[in-house]
């Protein structure tokens, strides 16, 4: 048995997990710092790493306890180093090099988005790979060709807005808080999907890449009038404001489920997986699950506590890295972005 001390902050999440052999899940704390950066409408970065570096040790202390497990009993330490805020980012490697060190166990450095990519293989008896993985979070929108836990090819990724970033995004000019993701999906559900027409940007048939900017800005001339960008919320009724969240998250659950089938059929995989944030919203699970059972394909969606930012996915891939001798050095940098 492999167990795996995970820790991630690469941005508003500060989280340790306690993994064995890249799957069983004996702890995973996580502190969202939501509230401080809130009245910000959005994460200060600065703010971020001070919060990281202020609870992370209790954060680790509460992993180990929550799982009964003692340090000596860790086999390795796996880390988020990328992509995300550095100075968040370099908080958690930080830690965990001098986990490392101190403890004299293997420390592997995990790009986050990956782990993502490969999180619906948490707690499943037996990995899905080959798999079309799609990872939808505030930062990334990506699919993957994933044949193996270290094996994974890109097929497409945000050319701009991520699908997260357009719900926050939305949500601000909706007036509603931040995180703006489970607040539109709180709203929609009240709401026509159909009331109002958004755009569905597809980049060309068959184009695997991902574009929300045009549909956030349809948003914005819709609500405020063209070319203008306030005055108009006051206008509208509670009604008016579901429907345009309902249209708006359609839209984007469409434009997802559309490019997953596709990649599939590219690709010619039969096995989809569902990540990231976006990942959480209920629609968008059920959307992908009715269009996969269409199609006769198998899918896996993330757990609902491991779709948002987590240390528990961290350790699981770092398991599985280290297993493909992908160890880090004492060196090992944080990243901002994506490989
Ligand atoms: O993966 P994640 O925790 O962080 C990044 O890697 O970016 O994703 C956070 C994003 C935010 O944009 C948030 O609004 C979105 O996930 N999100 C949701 C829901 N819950 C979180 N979006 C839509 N529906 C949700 N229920
Ligand atoms: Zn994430």
């Not at 948003?219 to 005055?231: D, E, I, M, P, S």
Request: aromatic fraction near 6%; hydrophobic fraction near 45%.
């Amino acid at each position: 048995m492999t167990t795996v001390l995970g820790i991630e902050t690469s941005c508003d999440e500060t989280s340790a997990a306690v993994v064995d052999d890249g799957r069983l899940v004996r702890s995973n704390v996580i502190t969202s710092q939501v509230d401080l950066h809130r009245k910000y409408g959005g994460v200060v970065p600065e703010i971020a790493s001070r919060a990281h570096l202020e609870c992370l040790d209790v954060i680790i202390a509460e992993a180990l306890e929550t799982a009964r497990c003692r340090p000596s009993e860790v086999d390795a330490l796996a880390v988020t180093n990328r992509p995300g805020l550095v100075g968040a980012l370099l908080i958690g490697v930080t830690a965990a090099k001098t986990l490392s060190w101190a403890w004299s166990k293997p420390l592997t450095g995990v790009d986050h988005i990956r782990a993502h990519a490969v999180s619906a293989a948490l707690e499943l008896g037996k990995p899905p790979w080959p798999a079309v993985a799609l990872v939808a979070s505030g930062g990334h929108t990506s699919l993957y060709l994933v044949r193996s836990y270290t094996d994974v090819e890109v097929l497409g990724r945000t050319t701009d807005d991520a699908a997260g970033e357009a719900f926050d995004k939305v949500a601000a000019i909706l007036g509603l808080a931040y995180p703006g993701g489970p607040e539109i999906e709180r709203l929609a559900r009240t709401g026509d999907p159909h009331a109002v027409d958004f755009p569905r940007t597809m980049l060309g048939p068959d184009s695997l890449d991902f574009s929300f900017s045009g549909v956030k800005t349809a948003v914005l001339y819709h609500v405020h009038g063209c070319g203008r960008t306030t005055g108009g919320l006051e206008r509208l009724g509670p009604q008016n404001k579901a429907d345009i969240a309902a249209s708006f998250q359609q839209v984007v659950i469409d434009v997802l489920v559309r490019k997953a089938m596709l990649a599939a059929r590219q690709t010619r995989c039969s096995t989809i997986t569902l990540g990231g944030g976006v990942a959480a919203n209920r629609t968008l699970r059920d959307a992908l699950a009715a269009a996969c059972a269409e199609r006769r394909y198998t899918f896996f969606a993330t757990p609902p506590a491991y779709c948002t930012d987590n240390a528990a996915m961290i350790a699981a891939l770092g398991c599985h890295q280290l297993r493909a001798g992908h160890a880090a050095a004492l060196d090992l940098d944080a990243c901002a972005s994506a490989r």
